[in-house]
């Protein structure tokens, strides 16, 4: 098996260094110096991806949701409303590029939020569309980029827009116990009958919805998120938590009852874990008791969850569960877990999470310079010294991947890339943490793996197969987390200091919501 490292010469020949050896000590790896020059470079080079980007979907999808780059078409996988315009906002303004903001300011007022043919996702909407809006339309337009929109009276709109969104989606949490349905249809009010929801579905509300509350006044909308999330601060029965803080992943709706004791750091679970901490980063003085099940979680997944593969000891991934027994088994939607042990660590002032975070974000980089994109897979798998041949819950490598798995330390078990945003996210929040500017130079080094591969026609495409030459061709779909996310990370992670980056003159005076818009934090800043 051929490894390309195409991406590290970017690097050697803009900055004078070479890249980290992969298998080199994480933590006696020698930083360069800053230079600030080659900062600013960088960052002017991801903005004008950003506006590539966004001339696109604006010539050719808009007020759609989101643009077919290869095409030159549009879908509406997020109800019609706008989805990638809303999730570009917030980077817009980091950028401060007034043109677009202006743009996407005025189109606010007028979606119409009442009316949709499809289901609504009450996750992917809240944290799209209502995050989208409360972090660029009030925090940051009512706050310190006020300078960046033309129009105040369209500004002033866009939090009675967030009202009328939440109102409008507030009957999903009128089940008998409060825990909302997520599958909704909006005329006449109803649901897709499911009688389960998964906690990350119903565990990343609370940060938005109570924002909403804190901006509005009105109680209601974060007292109907907090409800739901209640029952996974207490899970039942005791057998759905295998290890203190590690739950299962789908709930009753109508008892409150979880249904099974599998998860993980993964897709259905990840953000779930996300909150805990990032709701006391929010407020301090109202959500300790958050805090405390992360540290719960936190512990319980360094104890019990952290593995490292058998032709790669030196690298650390994160095993999914099923009651206690482990599958080896990660995806690039688990690698923001790095990310979230460094934060911890960050307000905890506790080393030890920052330790095992950076750990993590080393293995998540391991997924990104082994293959011949570059770019990590979507799912993949491993195995530990002493697994048995014949355990069915952890295959070793088919005979095809054996020679890659020798070398990387993982096999690829889906290897679509969908504009996911997980990796340069973890390497950001290294960054912050360390100061190291290695972790400058992967995000730097990811960014230009994405935009080499998936760049094409009037935007950034999803890739087939990231092992694959040109990443196996593409999908004909631009996600709007683009915008919000991927973006942002890697044009933040090279911009000058300010208010809203994370552990900003040692404070965090902003968080984070799952989709990269950034809140004010309500209680004091830790």
């Known amino acids: ?46 903005k004008a991806s950003f506006k590539f980007a966004w001339d696109g979907y604006k010539k050719y999808a808009f007020p759609n949701d989101e643009l077919h780059p290869v095409s030159n078409g549009f879908s509406n996988s997020r109800n019609g409303w706008g989805a990638s315009a809303v999730d570009a906002l917030s980077t817009a303004l980091v950028m401060q590029i007034p043109e677009i903001v202006d743009t996407i300011v005025e189109f606010i007022p007028t979606i119409n939020f009442d009316k949709t043919a499809d289901q609504v996702s009450l996750f992917e909407t809240t944290i799209r569309y209502l995050g989208g809006m409360l972090s660029a339309g009030y925090d940051f337009l009512k706050g310190p980029l006020s300078n960046l929109a033309s129009n105040t009276t369209a500004v002033d709109m866009i939090l009675k827009q967030s009202e009328r969104l939440a109102s409008n989606l507030a ?15 909006l005329n006449p009010p109803g649901t897709d009958g499911s009688t389960t929801n998964g906690i990350a579905t119903i565990g990343t509300l609370v940060l938005e919805w109570v924002h909403l509350s804190d901006l509005s006044g009105n109680k ?33 709706i109508n008892t409150g009852l979880f249904q099974d004791a599998a998860g993980g750091w993964v897709g259905g679970d990840d953000s779930f874990y996300e909150y805990l901490l990032k709701m006391y980063v929010y407020d301090s003085t109202r959500y300790g008791h958050y805090k405390d099940r992360w540290v719960l979680a936190a512990d319980s997944t360094i104890a019990n969850l952290a593995s490292h593969p058998s032709t790669r000891p030196d690298l650390t991934f994160l095993a999914e569960f099923d009651g206690q027994k482990l599958i080896y088994e990660s995806q690039h939607l688990a690698c923001f877990d790095g990310g979230s042990f460094i934060l911890g660590g960050l307000v905890l002032k506790e080393q030890k999470y920052i330790d095992f975070g950076l750990a993590l974000v080393n293995g998540c980089h391991d997924t990104y310079i082994s293959t011949l994109t570059g770019i990590g897979p979507e799912i993949f798998r491993w195995v530990e010294k002493n697994t048995a041949a014949n355990d069915p819950r952890n295959p ?15 096999y690829i078990t ?77 044009y933040l992670i090279h911009a000058p200091d300010n208010v809203w980056q994370v552990e900003h003159n040692g404070k965090n005076e902003w968080v984070f919501n799952t989709e990269a818009h950034p809140f004010k934090v309500w209680g004091p800043p830790i």
Not at 28 to 34: A, E, G, I, L
Not at 174 to 179: A, H, L, Q, R, S
Not at 231 to 241: G, N, R, T, V
């Open 1 to 46: 098996m051929h490894f390309s490292r195409i991406v590290v010469p970017v690097v050697a020949l803009l900055s004078g260094v070479t890249q980290a050896a992969p298998h080199g000590d994480l933590f006696t790896r020698q930083s360069r110096p800053d230079n600030h020059t080659l900062n600013r470079e960088r960052a002017d080079a991801v």
């Open 171 to 185: 009957f999903a949490f009128d089940t008998p116990t409060g825990i909302p349905s997520n599958n909704l249809i």
């Open 220 to 252: 209601t909308y974060g007292e109907l998120a907090e409800k739901g999330e209640s029952y996974l601060l207490a899970p039942k029965p005791a057998s759905s938590e295998p290890w203190p803080g590690l739950i299962g992943t789908n709930v009753d």
């Open 396 to 410: 070793p490598p088919p005979a095809d991947e054996a020679a890659f798995y020798e070398k990387a330390g993982f």
């Open 414 to 490: 889906n290897g679509n890339y969908n504009l996911r945003p997980e990796v340069i996210e973890s390497f950001y929040y290294a960054y912050r943490a360390t100061g190291d500017q290695t972790y400058r130079d992967w995000a730097w080094n990811a960014f230009v793996a994405i935009r080499d591969n998936c760049m094409v026609g009037s935007g950034f495409a999803e890739l087939n197969d990231v092992n694959k030459p040109k990443g196996g061709g593409y999908s004909d779909f631009q996600e709007s987390f683009l915008f919000a996310e991927v973006l942002k990370y890697a």
